[in-house]
């Protein structure tokens, strides 16, 4: 069964620095995808960015970059110049690719809070 | 285009209860999953449906069943409610549910049980 795993409950960051979310993940499978979602207070759930694990080119979506290290099955989140709105619960979730159900596996989330 | 839309927004039952929560997928999107989150976890799969086929299930008991509808609109149902039922019951559509697809998520119907 694949994990996910979020070693950082909570960070807290002043407006416009930068911050990385860290993310490690366990399977042994060797196709498979992986995302950063965001959860804003009022709570619905919105994509970040998404990696493709047979893509070697970390994925970027304007200020959000992931560093993507599949041998040490690591996948750190990085935002640039934040900002009020990043305030949010951030969660990283695992995808196989395979036949059958296709469902997320979501680590526990990182609460990040952007203080102005 | 609206967004996958979900309802009721808030529910409170009480155990031994029997709950529909209903979920709309954006439009031309096929797959519906459904997630719980309890308060301070992340999602945990609870089923995934495609063309109004089951695709698979995560661990949770009978007392939980869903269908899909030929609109693809999705029912969650839940009987005998628990109080460790309590949760954010979320819905996500896909296009085809195909691997790697990314799913979209509703707002949500935020479940409590007395």
């Known amino acids: 069964a694949q994990t996910v795993t979020q070693s950082q409950p909570e960070m807290s960051v002043q407006e416009a620095e930068t911050v990385t979310l860290s993310c490690t993940y366990d399977?042994?499978?060797?196709?498979?995808?992986l995302f950063w979602y965001k959860q804003p207070p009022s709570r619905q759930m919105i994509l970040v960015i998404r990696?493709?694990?047979?893509?070697?080119q970390n994925a970027t979506e304007n200020r959000f970059s992931v560093n993507f290290q599949k041998a040490a099955k690591s996948f750190s989140l990085k935002i640039s110049d934040s900002q009020l709105g990043d305030t949010a619960m951030y969660f990283c979730?695992?995808?196989?690719?395979?036949?059958?159900?296709?469902?997320?596996?979501f680590g526990q989330g990182t609460r990040l809070t952007i203080n102005p | 285009d609206a967004g996958v839309t979900q309802s009721p927004t808030h529910l409170i039952k009480t155990r031994g209860q029997h709950v529909t929560l209903r979920c709309s997928p954006i439009s031309g999107h096929k797959s519906v999953s459904w997630y719980q989150q309890v308060l301070g976890q992340g999602p945990q799969f609870i089923f995934q449906?495609?063309?109004?086929?089951?695709?698979g299930r995560g661990n949770f008991p009978d007392r939980f069943s869903a269908r899909q509808f030929p609109n693809y609109s999705s029912e969650l149902n839940v009987n005998a409610l628990l109080l460790g039922d309590s949760a954010l019951y979320l819905c996500?559509?896909?296009?085809?549910?195909?691997?790697?697809?990314?799913?979209?998520f509703g707002p949500g119907t935020r479940l409590l049980v007395l």
């Open positions: 990696q493709e694990a047979y893509k070697q």
């Open positions: 399977t042994s499978e060797s196709n498979y995808y």
């Open positions: 979730a695992f995808m196989k690719r395979s036949e059958g159900a296709q469902k997320l596996v």
């Open positions: 449906y495609y063309e109004k086929e089951e695709r």
């Open positions: 996500a559509s896909s296009l085809d549910g195909r691997g790697g697809e990314t799913q979209y």
